[in-house]
């Protein structure tokens, strides 16, 4: 028995047989004579292109634009003159048109993948994937990769393309032994609830794991070859019962979210792009308590314009009318770098040039997404939040942008509601401590934990080295969480939280307590924590066991 640990990308439990996904390798061979391989390549990218039209067409009906705009890009890339450039330099060398297309998009590849932006780096599979498609229409003769029975899928990487001909009731689960949790494809995986885990140390993807049996446990990010059949039958439990939960989930669908003796929590969702609105309405979430917008940046390769965040806004915000949606604006800066940004290497970024920050250096960025959201604010219920709040004087700065983006969409005769909501992020100590003082200021607070145990513990949240330490739990930062719901309270806003802190079972009584309005959480978890509230009694909950 073998076991192996990596990174969540969609929780729930697969037993079974694995299959092994690789891309076609092929051999270097010499081919037909440059002029006659250049036509076959021609020829190939001409088929990739028009399957990459058929692969829009669907994508576009069954998972909406965001995801049907990876084809076009697919597309630009197969028909790029730089890309043929490369492939006809490597057909200079006399070989097949097949192996001149996969050294020239590794070649592409390897450039994207050195790039120190996460968004370019990604590309570096997309790059891959375009080559793959072309060199499967030039080699006809290759079977390409079928699920024949029910099996966890093992890859270094699964292209979103292949990902989507294969039958969904045939995956039981999928390892990305190599990809990140903010790929296309793990996005893809999320939306379709496949139990699914990438990043996995140590685990080599080849062919001697064709077959193999093994155990996924996504929920404690654990793979497990060739069980013992004690382990077996220990998982096949588990797996029984986690599902059964959630089928026992369903009857809090609908219903708001109560404790046993009435106190009122709503649960809302955290969302990184606007097609994951469908999850959160499919869980009944009651709300989108913080859409992280930096992933809109994250995803272009240039500013994105004000009709594009324009765009993505009103979809959210459409979808869940009447229910409301708090926008976060631009939180970039720290562990979220991005090249066209051109921000300054900084010593410590965690303390650095981000979010608010950069938005009063560089106005025009703020009041561009300033207006698109105003925009949106005319198709729902839409709320602005901002990240990383030290200062009053920055509250003064934000209200200042919005008047002038209200005043400019007014002289343009564009449509958008005057009194959209503006809130804070409470995640640094400061912005905890001086509470009181914002809660006169602002319409709203969220809690903002991942930050704020950072800020307050003086740990670094993405440091491996500290993850024993990082106890978002401590009492120091609960004491901050309380002092920020009275102060909210005590000046009549609502205040919730929406770091990962907000699906704590523990600290859950006390949240309930101290009557946090609303708690922010990944849609999937909507159901189980409200049917945890209506298990809490708050007259049974001692706030001494917390702070
Ligand atoms: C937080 O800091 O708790 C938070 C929700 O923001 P992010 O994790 O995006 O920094
Ligand atoms: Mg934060």
């Known amino acids: 028995m073998k076991a192996y640990k990596g990174n969540r990308v969609f929780e729930g439990y697969a037993l079974g047989r694995l299959a092994v996904y690789s891309a076609i390798k092929v051999e270097k061979a010499v081919g037909l004579g440059k002029e006659k391989e250049f036509e076959r390549f021609c020829h190939a990218r001409e088929e990739t292109v028009q399957a990459l039209d058929v692969s829009y067409a669907e994508a576009l009906e069954k998972l909406g634009e965001k995801e049907a705009a990876l084809f076009e890009t697919h597309k630009l890339m197969a028909e790029d003159l730089d890309f043929e450039d490369a492939v006809n330099a490597e057909l200079d060398g006399d070989v097949t048109a097949e192996f001149a297309v996969q050294s020239a998009g590794e070649q592409l590849a390897e450039i994207f993948a050195s790039m120190d932006d996460a968004y370019m780096k990604e590309r570096a599979n997309d790059v891959r994937e375009v080559a793959s498609r072309i060199i499967s229409f030039l080699k006809k003769d290759v079977k390409g990769f079928v699920l024949e029975e029910p ?7 699964l292209p979103s393309n292949e990902l989507m001909k294969i039958d969904r009731d045939l995956i039981l689960g999928i390892v990305f032994v190599k990809g990140g949790t903010n790929s296309h494809v793990s996005i893809l995986t999320r939306m379709l609830e496949i139990p699914s885990l990438c990043g996995v140390d140590g685990m080599v993807v080849d062919e001697s794991l064709d077959g193999v049996y093994a155990i996924l446990d996504a929920n404690k990010g654990d793979m497990i070859f060739e069980p013992e059949s004690q382990v077996v039958a220990d998982y096949t439990a588990r797996k029984r019962s986690y599902e059964e939960e959630k089928e026992k989930l369903q009857a809090f669908k609908g219903k708001p979210t109560l404790s046993r003796d009435g106190k009122k929590t709503e649960i809302y969702s955290n969302i990184a792009s606007s097609f994951e609105v469908e999850n959160a309405l499919k869980n009944d979430s009651e709300g ?21 965040q324009f765009e993505h806004y009103k979809r959210v915000v459409e979808a869940m009318n009447p229910r409301q949606v708090i926008i976060r604006t631009l939180d970039i800066g720290a562990d979220k770098k991005i090249d066209y940004f051109d921000l300054p290497d900084e010593e410590n970024p965690a303390l650095g040039f981000r979010s608010i920050r950069i938005c009063q250096a560089r106005p025009h960025i703020f009041l561009t997404q300033l207006k698109a959201l105003y925009r949106a604010s005319h198709y729902g219920n839409l709320a602005i939040m901002v990240p990383m709040i030290i200062s009053l004087s920055e509250v003064d700065f934000i209200k200042r942008t919005a008047a002038q983006a209200r005043d400019e969409l007014r002289a343009s005769g564009i449509p958008f509601k005057e009194d959209v909501k503006i809130g804070i992020m409470i995640e640094t100590p400061s912005a905890a401590v001086l509470s009181d003082l914002f809660a006169e200021q602002v319409d709203f607070f969220s809690i903002g934990t991942n930050d704020l145990t950072q800020y307050t513990l003086a740990l670094d949240r993405v440091n491996p080295n500290l ?29 919730g939280i929406c770091g990962e802190l907000a699906r704590d079972e523990i600290l859950l009584p006390f949240f309930v307590k101290i009557g946090i309005d609303e708690l922010s959480v990944s849609p999937a978890y909507t159901l189980q924590l409200r049917k945890r509230i209506s298990e809490i009694d708050t007259k049974d909950v001692d706030l001494k066991d917390f702070i």
């Open 151 to 157: 099996s966890i899928i093992v890859c270094d990487d």
């Open 467 to 495: 993850k024993e330490q990082f106890d978002p739990r401590h009492r120091s930062v609960t004491r901050l969480i309380k002092t920020v719901a009275d102060n909210a309270h005590k000046a009549g806003i609502p205040v």
């Open 288 to 308: 989108i308590g913080l859409f992280r917008s930096e992933f809109l940046y994250l995803e272009s390769s240039d500013y994105p314009t004000e009709d594009e």
